[in-house]
């Protein structure tokens, strides 16, 4: 049965997406709206294939576009996340010459940088700030690579560097502080019971794992749940820097992995939580203009 199930998913996977690429790419060029809209119904459609039960905490950010950044476990964040809302995401240059999945990655609008080159850290920053300057919800993984699934890595504050930029509102004639909000995401349940050490690496997708074989083994097993909590969001000018905001959100996310895992939430003692203090004194650059 698992192999049959396997089988039925990856046929319905990347038909449904060979189906969907060319409306996406015809909508990216004439700058339709369905471009934004396409891919959120895509991955909703994908969770529900592959059996994805999504339980969301806590609120997400509706003040308008913001970056958001989460812990990063599996391919599978990323229809879980586009699935929630629409969203485009930031990863590392390689993605982008990957087969089949490189073009995906292009089709929804995702921006690629090269973390591994300090010298294009302001490069990568400048074109994460255009994005949400021009309204889009962006995901960045600030551990740079992914986990066990079981634990959160350090979150490297290189990138979030892109909140010292401030975002102008054209409307108002102001400029706003860029909004970061963290994101974390658990994968808790197999078939409705919790999923243990010992089966989540099988959703997990790190080290030097093999994508197709590594998708093939996660469609085999069944249904499973996944924790999303939305954490307090912040600016730079109420934690301090950028490496305080990227501990911040690091400590939000390992919170809520933790939470997730043990079935445990508290909602109130989320709601007003910001840890890192703020310096005495916090320089805000401008915003760059476009």
């Known amino acids: 049965m698992g192999r049959l199930r396997a089988s039925f998913l990856l046929t319905g996977f990347i038909l449904s997406a060979l189906l969907l690429m060319p409306v996406q790419a015809v909508a990216l060029k004439f700058g339709l709206p369905l471009a934004k ?26 003040g308008g576009a913001c970056l958001i950044a ?46 591994e080159r300090r010298t294009r850290t302001a490069e990568s920053r400048n074109a994460i700030h255009s994005r949400i300057a021009a309204g889009d919800r962006l995901v960045l993984f600030p551990e740079g690579t992914s986990s066990d699934g079981n634990r959160v890595l350090p979150f490297k504050s290189a990138l979030m560097s892109v909140a010292q930029l401030t975002i102008v509102n054209g409307d108002e004639d102001r400029e706003d502080d860029l909004v970061v909000q963290p994101v974390s995401v658990a994968y808790v349940k197999l078939h409705g019971l919790p ?18 074989p590594h998708l093939w083994e996660a469609f085999s ?4 749940d996944v924790v999303v909590e939305y954490h307090k969001p912040v600016t730079i000018r109420e934690i301090g820097n950028r490496k ?4 911040y959100c690091e400590e939000a996310c390992r919170r809520g992995v933790s939470r997730a895992l043990v079935g445990r939430w508290d909602a109130e003692e989320e709601a007003g939580r910001i840890e890192p203090s703020r310096p005495a004194d916090v320089s805000m650059p401008r915003a760059a203009t476009q």
Request: proline share 7%; charged share 20%; glycine share 8%.
């Open 37 to 62: 809209r396409l891919p959120n119904r895509y991955h909703r459609f994908l969770c529900k294939l592959v059996g994805i039960r999504v339980v969301t905490r806590g609120e997400p950010y509706a």
């Open 70 to 115: 989460a812990n990063h476990t599996s391919w599978l964040d990323i229809p879980v996340m586009a699935s929630l809302q629409p969203s485009s995401f930031v990863a590392k240059s390689e993605v982008a010459g990957w087969p089949f999945f490189g073009t995906l990655a292009r089709l929804q609008e995702t921006v690629f940088v090269e973390r």
């Open 195 to 212: 999923m243990g050490r010992q089966f989540r690496p099988f959703f997990a997708w790190y080290g030097d794992m093999e994508l197709f």
């Open 221 to 224: 097993l069944g249904p499973i």
């Open 244 to 247: 305080a905001l990227a501990l």
